[in-house]
């Protein structure tokens, strides 16, 4: 087990790349640079940040969640996009250690984070983030043991070319887009890292919750209404899921 220093410096680890995460969902679906300014900037007053106003989260309590020049209210997404970063962190410490498989699966994990956040504004998955991350994938495959190149490359086929498929009939039959091209290259990327089983664990797993939550908006809503829901939260919430539980339940259900 590791001692409390060790889980404290993980977590403020995460938590701090959680800060930049809010940058890159602020700022990559507007085209703007996430390295210019390298200073943060109130969304209201573009006025700079001050250094002890951007500590993650402390600052948002201590600020009461709102701009000291401006008094203009915070999101509160950005603490809680900091602190999901911090228990993603520490989560990956005890499963995989202090290792390079633990490093990999952070920084997948934390670029599902951005899309998740961005699709769910947008309606858009950034291709800077899904186009990189598939050789990048590939890549990163030599660094997992449970993963090899083979199984990545089917990984991507099979993440990749399973979305153009539906999409491909949806549109034949129904005669519109049902599924972005974005999503077709999410799996595709997550199939580089997590390999075919992945990605079969993942459609289930992200069809079964955007089911029950689509059925459930519109029960709230009206029954009759047709509307759109992004589906990359639902494929980045069963990669995640698969990342620290699949290997488990794949064993559980060939056994």
């Known amino acids: 087990m590791f001692n409390f220093l060790t889980v404290s410096i993980i977590f403020i680890f995460g938590m701090c790349i959680g ?18 300014p390298s200073h943060s900037i109130c969304p209201s007053c573009s006025r700079r940040i001050r250094f002890y106003d951007n500590i993650p989260v402390l600052s948002y ?18 603490p809680l996009v900091e602190l999901m970063n911090g228990i993603v ?20 994990i934390s670029s599902l984070i951005v899309i998740t ?4 504004d947008h309606q858009i998955i950034p291709d800077i983030i899904t186009l990189p991350g598939i050789p990048m994938g590939l890549i990163a495959s030599f660094a997992l043991p449970t993963m090899t190149l083979k199984a990545s490359v089917l990984g991507l086929l099979l993440g990749g070319g399973s979305l153009w498929f539906v999409a491909w009939a949806y549109n034949l039959i129904a005669h519109r887009d049902g599924m ?45 209404m047709k509307f759109a829901i992004p589906f990359g939260p639902f494929l980045s919430i069963g990669a995640i899921a698969y990342v620290f539980l699949g290997s488990q339940f794949i064993a559980w259900y060939f056994s």
């Open 61 to 78: 309590i201590w600020l009461k969640g709102r701009c000291r020049n401006c008094n203009a209210p915070i999101s509160f997404r950005y």
């Open 19 to 36: 800060s930049f995460l809010n940058v890159c969902i602020y700022r990559l679906p507007t085209s703007k640079s996430i390295a210019n």
């Open 180 to 224: 972005g091209g974005g999503d077709i290259k999410l799996l595709a990327m997550m199939g580089t890292i997590i390999g075919w089983k992945g990605v079969i664990f993942t459609i289930f797993a992200s069809s079964v919750i955007g089911s029950c939550v689509g059925i459930t908006m519109m029960l709230i809503k009206n029954k009759n």
């Open 117 to 120: 956040f961005i699709d769910l």
């Open 89 to 108: 962190a520490v989560s990956l410490l005890f499963k995989f250690g202090l290792s390079l498989e633990s490093l990999v699966y952070f920084t997948f």
